[in-house]
C-alpha cells in the first residue's frame, strides 16, 4: 500500500466501510486517483554549459553527451538499487560536475558527470519529489512528499573513490505539505523550498547543514494555490538573484527574497486561454531562465507551446512578451531547460506508465532558438522552433533522448492528458461541500487496511 | 420567533456561553487538509474583526499596532481571558484547531465585552491550523510572546510529527518570535514535557530562562491556575512540566 502512504497520513477519513455502496463508489474513484496521481511528466535539464542533456521519463534516465556527440553509457557501481520506478527530478549542479535524480522509489542518486557514474545512493523512507546542489557542489539536497528536506554532505568527494556511502540529515521540514520545488539563491546563501500550501520558505542555508537550517530568512506568501516551480533571475544590485515563481493559480510572481516581499505578479492564465487552452486550466508546470537570465520560458498545462516573460529589472516587473506556439505538432511541454548562458531552450513532453493506448513511457524533446536579448518585440529575430535535425546531436540525440525517432504523436496528448489529471490529483486540495464532509467524518474509519 | 426567547447556550446571570454546549473530541488531526479560510499573508489579517473597538476601519495603514501574543491551541481561552486584563495594551490572539471550541472562546470574549465595557478588547481567538499556517498570520519578529500550554501529547512515536513542539516547528516560532521573545510550555504529561524541554534545549535559537527570571515572570504562575486544563490537573492532584525558553540569536 505504500502508494497510498500520503494519502493515509493526510486524510486519514479516505478509508471507509466497505458495506456502504456509495462509499464503495468513492473508493474506486479514489483508488483511481491514486493510480492517476503516479503518471509522472517527462522531465529535461541541461549542463549549465551544454555539454549534456537528460532526459528522465518513467524509471529511464537518458543523457546525451554534445561535447563528443554520442549517447551516454551510466555506470552504476554505487551499490545502491537503480532507479525502478518514475524519477520525479532532475538537476545539475552550478558548475556541472554533478548531477542528481530523484523519485517515486524512495532513491536519491548522485552522478559524476565526468563519466557518468553514480556516487552515492541514498535510500529515503519517503518518495521524493524536488532536489538542488549546493552552488559549492559539497552539499546535495532532496526533499520527501512528507516535506521534509534532507541533506548530504559530499565533503571529501574528489571523484577518485568509487562511491560514498552517505547517510542524509533532516535540514529543513515543512508541516507534511509536498515540497514541489527546491533551488538554491545564485549567492548560495539560501535554501528555498516551496510547497503544496502556497507557501515559498526562504532559509539561511548554515555553515553545517548536518546540523539543521534553524534560521528562516523569510516566507513569500500570496500564491493562492500551489506552488509548482522556481528559478531565479540574475540582477546586479542583488547578488541573491530575484527569486521567479509559477504556481496552480495561473500566476508567475517575482519575489525579493530578503524581506520576503511580493515585487510582481503576472496573471499569464488570462493571456492563454484565449488563444491557446481548453477550459479553464492553466496551471503553470514549469519556468526556466534563458539568456543570462533576461527572459523567462514559462511552460503552461495544455498550452501547446511556451510563453515568454522579460523582467524588467529596474522596476522589477514582469511583462509578457510573446507566446511561442509549436505549431503542427502535438506538443505540450512537461518540462523545460536551458545551460546558464546557451541561447536554447530545450523541451520535453512525455509521460512515464499511464492508461493509454501506449503503455510503455513515451518522450519528444523539441528545442527553441533564436531569442534576441536586446529587443524581444523586435522583428528580425523571432524565436523559432528547431526541426529534429537542426537540435545539437540532430537526430543522434534525439534517438537517445526518446528512445525512438517513431512515435505516434496522438500518444503525447494523452501522456499530456494524464499528466495534467495526475498533478491536479496530487496537488489540488480535495473540496467537499459541507454535508458530505460530515458524511465523511460520521464515517470515517482511523483503522488501518488489512492488506 | 418571539426575540425575548432566551438562548439556553448562554448563562443567563453572567452573559457568558455555557461550556456543554460545545463539548468537542478531545483531539483533532492537524495533518489533514485545512478547509477553513486562511489569510494570504500577514497584511490581510482583518484586525477590525478581531479587535472592533481598537480597529474600527477595516484599512490598518494608520496604526502599526500588532497582535503581540499568540496562544496556540488555546482550548477554552482560560490564560487569554487572564492575560487580557493583565497586559491590556497588548494585542493577543488565541489559535484553536477544534470549531465548536473557536466558537466557545468567541462567545466567551463577546460576553465578556459586554458585561465589562471596555475591557477585553484586546483579546481574540481564531479557528486555525498554527502548525501549517503560523506565518500566514505573524511576521517574522511580531511576536514577543507564544504559549503552548497543554498540547495533545500524541504517545504513539509514529504521530510525534502531529506534536505542536517538534524540532522543525520550532524554526517556524523562532522566526515569528522577536529576540529576546519567550516561549511558554506546559504539560501534565511527564514524557511530552521532557520532550518539548529536549526539543527547546537543542534548539540553536532558544535559551532557558533562569530561576530568578521564572520568579519574576507573572506569567509563570497563571500557567498552572489560569487554563481550564492546569485548574484540572490541579483538582485531581496532579504534576505538572513547564518549559520556559528565550528566543536568542542564534552564535554562527
Known amino acids: 500500500m505504500e502508494g497510498a502512504e500520503m494519502e493515509e497520513a493526510r486524510v486519514e477519513d479516505r478509508e471507509h466501510d466497505h458495506n456502504n455502496t456509495q462509499e464503495d463508489a468513492q473508493i474506486e474513484e479514489s483508488e483511481q486517483k491514486n493510480k492517476d496521481a503516479e503518471v509522472a511528466p517527462a522531465l529535461v535539464s541541461v549542463h549549465p554549459t551544454q555539454n549534456s542533456v537528460a532526459v528522465a521519463v518513467g524509471s529511464d534516465l537518458r543523457v546525451f553527451n554534445l561535447l563528443d556527440n554520442c ?6 557501481e554505487s551499490g545502491g538499487a537503480s532507479h525502478n520506478d518514475s524519477i520525479r527530478c532532475i538537476k545539475y ?70 562511491s560514498l556511502d552517505k547517510k542524509a540529515a533532516p535540514l529543513l ?80 510572481r517575482l519575489w525579493d527574497i530578503i524581506s520576503g516581499s511580493l515585487l510582481d505578479t503576472c496573471e499569464v492564465g488570462a493571456k492563454v486561454e484565449s488563444d491557446a487552452t481548453e477550459g479553464n486550466c492553466s496551471i503553470i508546470t514549469g519556468i526556466c531562465t534563458i539568456l543570462d537570465c533576461t527572459l523567462i520560458a514559462v511552460a503552461i498545462q495544455s498550452l501547446r507551446g511556451i510563453m515568454l516573460l522579460a523582467c524588467n529589472l529596474p522596476s522589477r516587473t514582469l511583462s509578457v512578451t510573446k507566446l511561442v506556439s509549436i505549431i503542427g ?33 513515451c518522450s519528444r524533446v523539441k528545442g527553441i532558438s533564436g531569442f534576441n536579448k536586446n529587443s524581444p518585440d523586435s522583428s528580425e529575430q523571432e524565436p523559432v522552433v528547431l526541426a529534429d535535425t537542426e537540435l545539437p546531436g540532430g537526430v543522434k540525440l534525439l534517438e537517445k533522448l526518446q528512445g525512438s525517432m517513431l512515435i505516434d504523436e496522438k500518444v503525447f496528448l494523452v501522456a499530456a492528458d494524464a499528466v495534467k489529471t495526475a498533478m491536479c490529483n496530487l496537488l489540488n486540495k480535495k473540496q467537499y461541500s459541507d454535508e458530505k464532509r460530515e458524511f465523511r467524518k460520521r464515517t470515517r474509519n482511523d483503522k488501518k487496511k488489512k492488506q | 420567533m418571539s426575540q425575548n426567547k432566551p438562548n439556553p447556550t448562554v448563562n443567563k446571570s453572567t452573559g457568558l ?65 487572564s492575560l487580557s486584563t493583565l497586559f491590556p495594551e497588548t ?32 483579546v481574540s481567538v481564531v479557528r486555525t491550523n498554527s502548525m501549517k499556517y503560523i506565518p500566514n498570520y505573524f511576521e517574522k519578529g511580531q511576536l514577543s510572546k507564544m ?78 491556575t489560569a487554563t481550564e486544563e492546569g485548574q484540572k490537573v490541579a483538582r485531581n492532584g496532579g504534576q505538572t512540566f513547564q518549559a520556559v525558553y528565550r528566543r536568542i540569536t542564534p552564535a554562527s
Open chain 1, 329 to 361: 505538432e502535438n506538443f505540450v511541454p512537461t518540462s523545460l531547460g536551458s545551460s546558464i548562458s546557451g541561447g536554447l531552450l530545450w523541451m520535453v513532453t512525455g509521460a512515464s506508465k499511464f492508461r493509454g493506448p501506449d503503455i510503455s513511457p
Open chain 1, 173 to 252: 521540514s515543512h508541516y507534511c505539505s509536498i515540497i514541489t520545488s527546491l533551488e538554491f539563491s545564485l549567492d548560495g546563501r539560501f535554501i528555498v523550498s516551496a510547497d503544496r500550501d502556497s507557501k515559498i520558505r526562504v532559509t539561511v542555508f548554515p555553515s553545517k547543514p548536518l546540523d539543521g537550517a534553524h534560521e528562516i530568512q523569510s516566507f513569500c506568501l500570496g500564491h493562492t494555490e500551489f506552488v509548482s516551480c522556481l528559478a531565479f533571475i540574475s540582477s546586479p544590485d542583488s547578488p541573491q538573484g530575484i527569486l521567479v515563481s509559477g504556481g496552480g493559480d495561473s500566476t508567475v
Open chain 1, 93 to 162: 549542479g552550478t558548475n556541472g560536475k554533478l548531477f542528481v535524480s530523484a523519485g517515486d522509489d524512495k532513491l536519491f542518486k548522485v552522478w559524476s558527470t565526468d563519466c557518468w557514474r553514480c556516487i552515492s545512493t541514498v535510500v529515503s523512507e519517503k518518495r521524493l519529489s524536488a532536489v538542488a546542489i549546493s552552488n559549492d557542489g559539497l552539499h546535495v539536497c532532496f526533499a520527501d512528499k512528507f516535506g521534509v528536506v534532507w541533506v548530504v554532505d559530499l565533503a571529501g568527494f574528489d571523484g577518485s573513490e568509487a
Open chain 1, 71 to 76: 549517447a551516454v553509457n551510466l555506470v552504476d
Open chain 2, 91 to 122: 494585542l493577543m490572539i488565541g489559535m484553536e484547531l477544534r470549531d465548536k471550541v473557536t466558537e466557545y472562546v468567541k462567545e466567551r470574549i463577546l460576553g465578556l465585552r459586554v458585561a465589562n465595557p471596555g475591557q477585553y478588547q484586546n
Open chain 2, 147 to 224: 504559549f503552548f500550554l497543554f498540547p495533545d501529547p500524541h504517545f504513539k512515536e509514529k504521530n510525534h510529527r502531529r506534536r505542536v513542539i517538534s524540532p522543525h516547528l520550532l524554526d517556524e516560532y523562532a522566526y515569528v518570535l522577536q529576540v529576546g521573545g519567550i516561549i511558554y510550555t506546559i504539560t501534565d504529561v511527564e514524557e511530552l514535557g521532557e520532550w518539548m524541554k529536549s526539543c527547546l534545549q537543542n534548539h540553536p535559537m532558544f535559551e532557558p530562562l533562569s530561576e530568578t527570571e521564572l520568579e519574576a515572570d507573572p506569567i509563570v504562575k497563571l500557567l498552572n
Open chain 2, 17 to 81: 456561553p455555557r461550556k456543554r454546549f460545545y463539548r468537542a473530541r478531545a483531539h483533532s488531526n492537524p495533518l489533514s487538509d485545512s478547509h477553513f479560510p486562511v489569510p494570504l499573508s500577514p497584511s490581510h489579517v482583518d484586525y477590525s474583526l478581531h479587535y472592533p473597538q481598537l480597529f474600527p476601519l477595516a484599512d490598518r495603514t494608520d496604526t502599526c499596532k500588532k497582535i503581540e501574543f499568540a496562544d496556540v491551541g488555546c482550548g477554552f481561552g482560560g490564560l487569554l481571558i
